[in-house]
Nanobody, 124 residues
Framework: QVQLQESGPGLVRPSQTLSLTCTVSGGSITTNRYYFNWIRQSPGKGLEWLGAIDYNGGTYYSPSLKSKTSISRDTSKNQFTLQLSSVTPEDTAVYYC????????????????WGQGIQVTVSS
């Protein structure tokens, strides 16, 4: 059973960088065809996809947030990290990590495993 767990600060000051880590257990982040994602949810906005990192370390970002988003990984710890720079109160949300479903042939753009989410508030 694959499990994902978000960790990081619950409160971040405006203009600072938010850094969240997702720890994956029960499966390797380097397994072929798996993509690991960051998604957030805030009132009135629904779910927003931020970006992903694939099994080779390749990254993909939402165009609207690309300039302030960075995703990286630490394969020795089976973790991947979101960094969101220059945060504002608009970045207040519940942040989730999740894995795209994958077969031997194709990656499916739907989440098969979710973390429980972590509330992040941007406030001075």
């Amino acid at each position: 059973q694959v499990q994902l767990q978000e960790s990081g600060p619950g409160l971040v000051r405006p203009s600072q960088t938010l850094s969240l880590t997702c720890t994956v257990s029960g499966g390797s982040i380097t397994t072929n065809r798996y993509y690991f994602n960051w998604i957030r949810q805030s009132p009135g906005k629904g779910l927003e996809w931020l970006g992903a990192i694939d099994y080779n370390g390749g990254t993909y970002y939402s165009p609207s947030l690309k300039s302030k988003t960075s995703i990286s990984r630490d394969t020795s710890k089976n973790q991947f990290t979101l960094q969101l720079s220059s945060v504002t109160p608009e970045d207040t949300a519940v942040y989730y990590c999740g894995r795209f479903k994958s077969t031997a042939i194709v990656v499916v753009p739907e989440i098969d495993y979710w973390g429980q989410g972590i509330q992040v508030t941007v406030s001075s």
